[in-house]
């Protein structure tokens, strides 16, 4: 089963311009994570945000995490062309054993 | 420095045949990960590794088993293969000082006619 579940199901934006995606989650989590997927192959880890943390930064992305209502969500600023791909939330309750959504489409227009 | 490799690429079978894929995880890192990903779906857990022993799985059947060896690389078996199992099959790694950060391989495309 899925927990993680990503909204929207689909992004198109222009190149320069800020990107949202959002996820629910159903049960308690040690952290969420982000992971990028380029046309259907290995996802790239992105960045990882513990439970007892709300926002964090890595470079163009901004994570945020609010436990009480069981969301995150992954801000891509300045988005590039090559930031097309889907991209993933996943969670962490049990081990490492991470459960995904089934993703967000993004698509980036030049 | 090799992150993880997955072989082969892209494999076909058919129904009811048997398919072993394989992994290398990336160097330093003792744990393995095994997902499955339909279509349009995001990854699914299929087992994790851990000195050569199955340390937790999801819910997926017997058909589904696997191997980890004394180099930590692993082998995901699949028996019997039903259409259904069609997927992208992906292995990851990870550090034990940071387990909850996972390495992706580039993944199996298993087809099943």
């Known amino acids: 089963s899925q927990q993680g579940e990503e909204d929207p199901q689909a992004l198109s934006i222009q190149e320069g311009e800020n990107a949202t995606m959002n996820c629910s989650y159903k049960t308690s989590i040690n952290n969420l994570q982000w992971y990028r997927q380029n046309s259907g192959r290995g996802l790239v880890h992105l960045i990882l945000?513990?439970?007892?943390?709300r926002e964090k930064h890595s470079g163009r992305l901004r994570v945020t995490l609010d436990t009480s209502k069981k969301s995150s969500s992954l801000l891509i600023t300045a988005s590039r062309a090559a930031d097309t791909a889907s991209y993933f939330c996943a969670t962490d309750s049990n081990g490492n054993k991470l459960v995904f959504g089934a993703g967000t489409i993004l698509r980036v227009k030049s | 420095d090799a992150g993880v490799t997955q072989s082969p690429t892209h494999l076909i079978k058919t129904r009811g045949q048997q398919v072993t894929l394989r992994c290398s995880p990336k160097s330093g890192h003792d744990t393995v990960s095994w997902y499955q990903q339909a279509l349009g779906q995001g990854p699914q857990f299929i087992f994790q590794y851990y000195e050569e022993e199955e340390r937790q799985r999801g819910n997926f059947p017997d058909r589904f088993s696997g191997h980890q060896f004394p180099n930590y690389s692993s082998e995901l078996n699949v028996n019997a293969l039903l259409l259904g199992d069609s997927a992208l099959y992906l292995c990851a790694s990870s550090l034990p000082i940071t387990p909850e950060k996972l390495f992706f391989g580039s993944g199996t495309q298993l087809s099943v006619l």
């Open positions: 945000i513990r439970s007892n943390e």
